[in-house]
């Protein structure tokens, strides 16, 4: 096996220590920065797509999000000389509504988007409404997630379009929305952009935006 | 009640902790090491366990996490820490027998054994959200089940047609409905006593307080349910609930679910998990009963085959080694009127009886969709509990017969069919199940019977 393939078998097992070894040995063969990078997120998407299947679980999943991250730490200087200057794929601010505290599903939307080059800021659960829009106003985020898992919170992710439009910025966002009682009629009624039904498709959902608002190098 | 203050106030002066490290630095590996410690497998020809020594290696390991881990407040990123000594006074002071609902509707609710020839105590619940015009008819139909104990009522999602909002006005009004109509539904049907568990509908702790009330809320005869979060945390507001429950004297059932395929990984670090949420209700949630409801990440259910083994082992475990009372809930793939749900429902009542748990029965269609329960799928459930315990059923004769129940059904958990709604199953009206899905149930349970059920009636 080339380093470069051991360097993606120990991401994808969550290996870290091993990651950062292969990586520095990638490096030092004079691999491309870019294509460094372009392996080990095809590496983590086979990891996500093993988790649509179940192949394997969220601990996996964390390990393997560990492990590309301990590689991308060493990457970082390379990164940041490369002329190709390569961006996230989108900056996300995402959380669970005021009022609620389910937050599993959420979690894994969070892992998968990391995992897959976003910059994601959690703001955790119970979160307000303008919250999320300082937020992101904060980190000038491209997309807002936002969580309800029941219908009593779920009016929260309405209050949320409803302030950013009257706020004058609910163009700057794309806003994906997600939960079990969400459903597409819901996402229109609200005036949101696009339904997260399950972790896949919101990946899926938010490349496509990434590609739209040109962020898609890596 | 000295106890409570001791352990809330560790919420603010425990060992500082971030979420983020208290799950990969804390939780995930401590419990990696005791599965491995303890040589937890999971066995999938065994999903009733018969194995004694794994149900006590899993408390073992579950009473070492728990100690070590603690759980962590996540409002004030502190680590409530319990010493073994306080557990051991709380497992010896836990009564293990208590009287709930009042007058003649009062009930014994009394710990069990593996095998034990008491039934379990009942309670009947959808666990489901439903429409406000069909809230009464729905409750009286759960209420009237002559297996029920207690009774939770579905969850109301409007109040006088306005939409509930966490947090305002409406939830108050909303909650106070949901109380006064699980109260009318129970004094309909004859039973104004009834041990009642409510309000679903209530999300904040103001609106917990507000339905406590002797004459048309919950009283403290009753219970509520106080949830835990995923996973081993708890928020400032649950503690809240505690101290009021505690000052008002309801019962407090301490609402946990690990997730098979979330943090606790697969069915070894489940089992140990729910086993350890035990603990956790029992001294810092001061409950008097846990409703246990593991499920599966992808599929919101626990009646497959890995859900099945840590079910019969984590119930095996706390009460092969405590007094602690355990609802086990059920969680169906299918949904109302089909076979499938029947059978999965047999499985779930039938495993968790043989291994000492009782029954919280059901919910169904993976516990999504507004209106989709009866009380014919925990009809059936509790019936085959009743029946295994009073028959002397062992673990090994009740493993045989839940391999043949999964055999109906384990294909097509992941293709299980929606079914249909309580207003199509049940006739509003006089709150009766249809011919059709009476008919249905009777067919089930004959085949069930020929699996070996010695049906009580
Ligand atoms: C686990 C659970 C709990 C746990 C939560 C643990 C935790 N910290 O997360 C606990 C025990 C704490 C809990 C508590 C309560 N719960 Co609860 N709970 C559930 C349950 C069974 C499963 C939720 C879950 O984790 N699913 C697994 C994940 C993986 O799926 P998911 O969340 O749908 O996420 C996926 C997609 O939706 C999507 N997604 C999710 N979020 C987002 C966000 C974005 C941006 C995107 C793009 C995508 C996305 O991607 C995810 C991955 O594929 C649901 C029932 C159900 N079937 O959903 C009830 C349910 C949500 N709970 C319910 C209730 C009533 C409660 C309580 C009020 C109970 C009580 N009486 O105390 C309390 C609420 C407290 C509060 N203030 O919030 C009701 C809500 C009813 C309603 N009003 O609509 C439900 C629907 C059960 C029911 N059918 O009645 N609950």
């Known amino acids: 096996m080339s380093n470069m393939e051991s360097l993606v078998e120990a991401v994808k097992a969550g290996e870290e220590e091993d990651a950062v070894t292969y990586v520095k040995a990638v490096i030092e063969e004079g691999h491309e920065v870019v294509n460094i990078v372009a392996s080990l997120t095809d590496g983590m998407r086979e990891v996500g797509d093993a988790f649509g299947k179940m192949e394997l679980f969220l601990p996996e999943m964390v390990m393997a999000a560990d492990a590309m991250t301990a590689a991308m730490d060493e990457l970082k200087p390379l990164i940041e000389a490369s002329a190709a200057g390569m961006v996230a794929k989108g900056t996300v601010v995402i959380g669970t509504v005021e009022g609620d505290v389910h937050v599993i599903g959420k979690e894994i939307v969070v892992r998968m988007l990391r995992a897959n080059g976003f910059e994601v800021h959690d703001l955790g659960y119970n979160v307000n409404t303008l919250d999320f829009i300082k937020k992101a106003i904060e980190v000038k985020a491209d997309i807002i997630g936002a969580s309800a898992l029941m219908s009593t919170t779920m009016p929260n992710q309405r209050e949320l379009v409803k302030l950013l439009t009257e706020m004058g910025c609910r163009d700057d966002y794309h806003v994906i929305i997600g939960g079990a009682p969400v459903t597409q009629p819901w996402v229109e009624e609200i005036g949101a952009d696009s339904w997260g039904e399950n972790a896949a498709k919101s990946i899926e959902i938010l490349e496509g935006i990434a590609e739209k608002i040109g962020k898609n190098n890596v | 009640m000295y106890r409570l203050w001791q352990i809330l106030d560790r919420a603010n002066t425990g060992p500082f902790c971030e979420v983020e490290d208290f799950n990969k630095k804390i939780f995930m590996p401590k419990l990696k090491e005791v599965i491995k410690k303890y040589g937890i497998k999971y066995d999938p020809d065994h999903p009733v366990s018969d194995d004694d020594d794994v149900a006590d290696r899993v408390w073992q390991a579950a009473c070492e996490l728990f100690l070590e881990v603690g759980v962590l407040n996540v409002d004030t990123h502190r680590r409530i820490i319990i010493e073994e000594s306080e557990l051991k006074e709380a497992l010896y002071h836990a009564p293990g027998r208590y009287l709930v609902g009042e007058g003649k509707d009062a009930r014994w609710w009394q710990d069990r054994c593996p095998e034990d020839s008491a039934p379990p105590f009942c309670i009947f619940s959808g666990d489901i959200t439903c429409d406000?015009?069909?809230?009464?008819?729905?409750?009286?139909?759960?209420?009237?089940?002559?297996?029920?104990?207690?009774?939770?009522?579905?969850?109301?999602?409007?109040?006088?047609?306005?939409?509930?909002?966490?947090?305002?006005?409406?939830?108050?009004?909303?909650?106070?409905?949901?109380?006064?109509?699980?109260?009318?539904?129970?004094?309909?049907?004859?039973?104004?006593?009834?041990?009642?568990?409510?309000?679903?509908?209530?999300?904040?702790?103001?609106?917990?307080?507000?339905?406590?009330?002797?004459?048309?809320?919950?009283?403290?005869?009753?219970?509520?349910?106080?949830?835990?979060?995923?996973?081993?945390?708890?928020?400032?507001?649950?503690?809240?609930?505690?101290?009021?429950?505690?000052?008002?004297?309801?019962?407090?059932?301490?609402?946990?679910?690990?997730?098979?395929?979330?943090?606790?990984?697969?069915?070894?670090?489940?089992?140990?998990?729910?086993?350890?949420?035990?603990?956790?209700?029992?001294?810092?949630?001061?409950?008097?009963?846990?409703?246990?409801?593991?499920?599966?990440?992808?599929?919101?259910?626990?009646?497959?085959?890995?859900?099945?083994?840590?079910?019969?082992?984590?119930?095996?475990?706390?009460?092969?080694?405590?007094?602690?009372?355990?609802?086990?809930?059920?969680?169906?793939?299918?949904?109302?009127?089909?076979?499938?749900?029947?059978?999965?429902?047999?499985?779930?009542?039938?495993?968790?009886?043989?291994?000492?748990?009782?029954?919280?029965?059901?919910?169904?269609?993976?516990?999504?969709?507004?209106?989709?329960?009866?009380?014919?799928?925990?009809?059936?459930?509790?019936?085959?509990?009743?029946?295994?315990?009073?028959?002397?059923?062992?673990?090994?004769?009740?493993?045989?017969?839940?391999?043949?129940?999964?055999?109906?059904?384990?294909?097509?958990?992941?293709?299980?069919?929606?079914?249909?709604?309580?207003q199509e199953c049940y006739d509003l009206k006089t709150a009766q199940p249809t011919s059709w899905y009476e008919d249905m149930f009777g067919e089930v349970k004959k085949k069930v019977a020929a699996m070996g059920v010695d049906f009580v009636y």
């Open chain 2, 132 to 422: 406000e015009e069909i809230f009464l008819p729905m409750t009286v139909a759960y209420c009237q089940e002559p297996l029920a104990d207690g009774v939770c009522a579905s969850i109301l999602e409007e109040s006088m047609g306005l939409k509930i909002k966490a947090g305002s006005p409406v939830e108050l009004a909303g909650v106070t409905e949901h109380a006064m109509s699980l109260r009318q539904a129970a004094k309909l049907v004859g039973r104004p006593g009834m041990f009642l568990v409510a309000v679903g509908t209530a999300l904040s702790a103001m609106a917990q307080v507000a339905v406590s009330n002797d004459q048309w809320g919950v009283r403290y005869t009753d219970a509520r349910l106080i949830g835990g979060l995923s996973e081993l945390n708890i928020e400032n507001d649950a503690m809240n609930k505690i101290a009021h429950c505690m000052n008002y004297g309801c019962f407090i059932g301490n609402l946990t679910g690990s997730i098979y395929g979330g943090y606790a990984g697969r069915a070894e670090g489940v089992a140990v998990l729910e086993t350890a949420y035990h603990l956790m209700g029992l001294t810092i949630y001061q409950a008097n009963f846990q409703q246990s409801f593991p499920f599966h990440l992808h599929f919101t259910s626990n009646s497959g085959r890995e859900m099945l083994w840590l079910i019969s082992v984590t119930h095996q475990a706390v009460s092969r080694n405590s007094r602690i009372l355990s609802t086990s809930n059920g969680f169906l793939n299918a949904g109302s009127g089909t076979e499938m749900v029947l059978y999965e429902a047999a499985a779930h009542g039938l495993t968790s009886t043989v291994s000492g748990g009782h029954l919280w029965e059901t919910a169904v269609a993976r516990n999504k969709t507004r209106n989709y329960a009866t009380p014919l799928e925990a009809r059936l459930a509790c019936e085959v509990g009743h029946s295994v315990a009073r028959q002397g059923m062992t673990r090994t004769q009740a493993n045989e017969i839940v391999n043949r129940l999964l055999a109906e059904y384990e294909e097509n958990i992941a293709t299980a069919p929606q079914g249909k709604m309580f």
